[in-house]
């Protein structure tokens, strides 16, 4: 079956067979190799990405249910090369020590992001039951909360800055 | 502010160590190894493609014990994408239908003769690509004639029983080996002793340590790459010992060594389950050679938890002599010890029990004794995998399961216990009653910290409180429910104090298949000043590239940012047994101390000469090699590396360049410790267990990078956790594994996790170079018993005084009832 698949901003046209996980043509197809894989039972979420926006197993998506929709994986998530081009999820799981082995951390960062985007100010308590259907075997989860919470506080001081700048350029006008 | 240790409350108090600026040496810095990490540009075996690269798949037995009568592979062949189907038969012919097990025994590469366990290798597919693979192997007929399993260890020395190793020849039972550790009728004139005078007893206890899994996220995978031309294997694999793996290879297949060579990425997790060879990595190896071109083998979930490493699964019964005041007198242990079908455990040679005989803990003995039976049964081999030691977690298990049995019998505090019988600072160095030499140690006051820590006595009063309120309710016959429509949770409080014995080993008793345990390190210095490092241990996660460098960088005065750190290539690194048993920062680690101090002694005749001074003359100070007395006459590496490959004129005793080389054979095992304080509420309508709050104070001696040793903490805790409430690989009388995928075998998530409250104590190791004593396993050791500890005690009410792992909520219902379970046999 021919699917157009658009990740990260760059569209794709492919042949795929029907059964082809999304995780796979991730993988396989595209050599985005960041999605990982770690369960045949829909459990781990080292395969998270976000598929239009909404995080998901792509372990559990058919490639052919991507077809015409925007997929963002973890190489996606920096916009560019440097580091002042990361996430500041991506700088929060470094600064807070959020991965050890790094294999459950793109699935746990996109699924971070999109926690973010929707409540920019969780509580520990809604970090802890938006990452809760994947599984981190390393870091035992708590730096990954304080990850989380770093990225939205820097956020959070973004946001004010950008607000002060508007406040001020308004006092001026 | 919120109460602390509400479930995923950030609290200030909690010691917690983020990156800082990066230290010109020791510190909590960001991880260098990041970096990749967090953009998606690991790479682990699956991300590695190769020109060619065909994939293999295993197909595996569905019996736990069948002869194979007969297997017929054409269908499989016929299948257009597929290029080779390798039997048992097949690799007969090449004499590697069996291969060596790192216990000396033997394993099965493919079946041949009969299956011995569900999930055994019977033959592996190679095809175009994995979707393939996969299709061919429902192609493969196999005819199995059933025979009887033998799955309750218990059973399987009784007469009658089927032997399983029936291809080891005069081989009539299923009897493995038999240790012991202790002297027996030392031990046994103590207990004689206690059993006859009036203020003392003897306090018995039978346990389980089920099976569980370590279930790194990464399953275990290989591609083998082996050049028709020059004879030269490549193998890229997941593997937690790159070198070790490179001898087996050659003792398995016969290959010459210098043609192997073996590349361990990214790991994306190990746990111990990847020390071990497994048969998909040889058949990937053979599948290479037969069809010309790389093969990639990556098993999936329910393989690995079916087919790779497991550990634990110890019956043990522990019986202490105790005075009546609470002075522990001796224990005696006796354990059968379930190894599966082949016995593949990794341990010392000398050490067929592991380090099993550290049971005697953090305490005092007069006498101590330990009797180990190993046994055949039919499940999958491998064992003494997850974060364990050698064994040393059920070792802790035991004794600090045992010390809380004694308390329960004696109506006594169990800190108070622990208190009165905790080694004193003062006999350290100390020899223990099974023969060990503890380095040092001050474990009266790392438990006073955690008990501080914790607020010991306030917490006793709330339970105190509580048990008050559910007897309320009992007597007015509310029940669990309670009065106020709200159960009443039962509240427990668990304590464990463990000592690891770490860092194997001193090579004239430890060895692997005859290989000593030391490890080396080989230090580079470019003529700017910048080094790389290279080293025999591999990384799963622990993050060597920063805690070397930074080790590397405190030596020599240089920012960790300039050091790379090397590792995981076996033609890249020096010879070293690898990462697992917490070896690396005391055996590696010491290696890269150790060559660092190579590399500053031979700067110092260059930086004389560049000084035109005598070496004597100078001192090390702040990075620098400094006249003494003489702060403006100084010399940084940078300089000097730079005058080591100039033409300046070279003193005796230097070649030019400063790069050295260090091999570092441990004098003796470290022995980090820890006092851990788990609090629970117990449903006692349900029996469901929740942890609210974890309180873990490590004395792993010197910390490298706080940040780093307290993730190394986080994750052990979880693993307890989930060790002791959750994990385990049952199985049914059938032989039916139950724990084949992460829907039946359950691992801890962020709601079974509290926010982890730590602190530290600080006991260098006398004998280790930089005082360092390894840390990556202690909390997975430690955490155990103090969660079961604290369920127990939950059910103070019941009158229980022990209940087997896991404590899920059926376990902990039941025991309250007055059933116990046998979780390891899924019989409910
Ligand atoms: S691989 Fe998708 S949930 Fe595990
Ligand atoms: S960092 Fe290893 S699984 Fe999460």
């Known amino acids: 079956m021919q699917i157009t698949v658009s990740v990260n901003g760059e569209s794709h046209v492919r042949d795929v067979e029907p059964r082809l996980l999304l995780t796979h043509f991730l993988r396989d197809e595209l050599r985005l190799t960041g999605t990982h894989w770690g369960c045949d039972t829909s459990n781990c979420g080292a395969c998270v990405v976000r598929l239009d926006g909404v995080p998901v197993k792509s372990c559990t998506v058919l490639a052919v249910m991507a077809d015409g929709a925007e997929v963002t994986t973890v190489e996606g998530l920096a916009h560019g090369r440097t580091d002042a081009d990361l996430d500041p999820v991506q700088e929060g799981f470094m600064v807070c020590h959020g991965l050890q082995c790094g294999f459950c951390t793109p699935g746990m960062m996109l699924t971070s992001r999109a926690l973010l985007d929707r409540d920019p100010a969780p509580s520990a308590a809604t970090i802890r039951e938006a990452i809760s259907g994947q599984i981190c075997r390393c870091t035992g989860y708590e730096n990954i909360v304080r990850s989380v919470q770093w990225a939205a506080a820097k956020e959070a001081a973004t946001r004010d800055a950008a607000d002060a700048d508007t406040d001020s350029s308004e006092a001026l006008a | ?828």
């Open chain 2, 1 to 828: 502010m919120t109460a602390i240790g509400e479930k995923g409350v950030q609290d200030p108090s909690v010691q917690i160590h983020a990156a800082e600026e990066t230290p010109r040496g020791y510190g909590s810095m960001k991880r260098k190894e990041d970096a990749r990490f967090v953009r998606g540009r690991g790479q682990y075996v699956d991300d590695v493609v190769l020109p060619g690269m065909l994939h293999g798949a295993v197909l595996r037995s569905p019996l736990a014990h069948a002869r194979i009568t007969s297997i017929d592979t054409s269908a499989a062949e016929a299948h257009p994408k597929v290029h080779a189907v390798i039997t048992g038969a097949t690799l007969e012919g090449l004499g590697l239908a069996w291969m060596p097990t790192l216990s000396q025994d033997t394993q099965a590469v493919l079946a041949t003769d009969k299956v011995r366990f569900q999930g055994q290798e019977v033959a592996f597919v190679v095809a175009d690509d994995r979707y393939a693979a996969r299709d061919a192997l429902a192609l493969i007929d196999v005819e199995y004639e059933p025979l009887e399993p033998v799955i309750d260890a218990k059973r399987a020395l009784e007469a009658g029983t089927p032997v399983i190793r029936t291809d080891k020849e005069g081989k009539t039972d299923n009897h493995i080996f038999d240790w012991e550790s202790g002297d027996r009728s030392a031990t046994d004139a103590v207990f004689a002793e206690a059993e006859a005078a009036e203020d003392q007893l003897v306090v018995v206890q039978d346990m389980i340590y089920p099976r569980v899994h370590p279930a790194p996220l990464e399953t275990c995978g290989a591609i083998a790459d082996m050049d028709p031309v020059t004879g030269k294997l490549t193998l890229w694999t997941t593997t937690q010992a790159p070198h070790a793996h490179r001898t087996l290879y050659a003792l398995v297949a016969g290959l010459p060594e210098h043609k192997i060579r073996i590349i361990s990425p990214d790991i994306g997790g190990g746990f111990g389950n990847k020390v071990g060879i497994y048969p998909g990595y040889v058949c990937a190896v053979v599948a290479s050679i037969v069809t010309g071109v790389p093969v990639k083998w990556m098993e999936d979930r329910s393989e690995n938890l079916m087919s790779t490493s497991f550990a634990r699964d110890y019956h043990m019964r522990g019986e202490v002599a105790v005075t009546r005041d609470g002075r522990i007198r001796g224990v005696r242990v006796h354990v059968l010890a379930d190894h599966g079908a082949f016995n593949a455990t990794a341990q010392p040679t000398a050490f067929p029990a592991g380090f099993f005989g550290v049971f005697t803990g953090s305490y005092d003995l007069e006498a101590a004794h330990c009797a180990v039976t190993g046994v055949y049964t039919n499940k999958a081999s491998g064992g003494v995998a997850y974060a364990c030691s050698f064994r040393i977690t059920e070792a802790v298990y035991l004794i600090e399961r045992m010390v809380d049995v004694v308390a329960h019998d004696l109506g006594m505090d169990p800190a108070e216990l622990r208190m009165r019988n905790l080694l004193r600072p003062e006999q350290f160095p100390y020899q223990s009653k099974t023969g060990w030499e503890y380095d040092s140690g001050d474990y009266p006051h790392t438990l006073q910290v955690a008990l501080d820590k914790a607020g010991y006595q306030e917490l006793r009063a709330e339970q105190a409180d509580r048990r008050r309120r559910f007897a309320d309710a009992q007597r007015s016959g509310a029940g669990p429910a309670g009065t106020a429509g709200e159960p009443v949770k039962l509240m427990g409080i668990g304590l464990s104090f463990f000592t690891e014995a770490v860092g194997a080993g001193p090579r004239r008793s430890m060895d692997i298949l005859g290989l000593g345990m030391a490890d080396g390190a080989e230090l580079r210095v470019h003529p700017t000043g910048k080094a790389v490092l290279r080293v025999s241990c591999q990384s799963q996660g622990q993050g060597h590239e920063t805690t070397f460098a930074q080790i590397v960088a405190q030596e020599l005065g240089l920012s960790p940012d300039d050091i790379d750190v090397v590792h995981g290539d076996t033609d890249q690194t020096p010879f070293g047994l690898g990462t697992y048993g917490s070896r690396s920062t005391p055996v590696s680690g010491a290696a890269t101390a150790m060559v660092a101090r190579k590399v500053r002694e031979r700067a110092k005749i260059v930086a004389a000469a560049m000084m035109e001074v005598s070496a004597d003359d100078l001192e090390w100070d702040d990075g620098r090699w400094q006249v003494a007395g003489d702060p403006d006459a100084s010399r940084s590496m940078a300089d000097i590396a730079m005058a080591a490959h100039s033409n300046l004129e070279l003193p005796e005793g230097v070649e030019g360049h400063l790069d050295a080389t260090c091999v570092y054979n441990p004098p003796n095992l470290t022995y980090p410790c820890g006092a851990y304080i788990c609090v629970v509420d117990v449903d006692p309508g349900t029996g469901a267990v929740d942890v609210r709050r974890f309180v873990a104070v490590d004395d792993c001696g010197m910390r490298i990078n706080p940040m780093i040793v307290e993730g190394q903490v986080h994750g052990g805790l979880a693993d307890g956790v989930g060790m002791a409430l959750m994990q385990c690989i049952a199985f049914d009388l059938d032989g039916n594994c139950l724990g084949g995928s992460m829907m039946d075998y359950l691992l801890p998530t962020s709601l079974e996790c509290p926010s982890w409250e730590l602190g530290e104590t600080v006991t260098p190791s006398p004998h280790h170079p930089i005082g360092a004593k390894g840390v990556g396993e202690s909390a997975t050791v430690g955490s155990p018993p103090a969660v079961v500890n604290a369920v127990i005690d939950a059910l103070a009410p019941y009158d229980v005084r022990h209940a087997d792992m896991p404590l899920t909520p059926a376990a902990v219902w039941c025991a309250a009832q007055g059933h116990p379970l046998r979780p390891d046999l899924g019989i409910t």
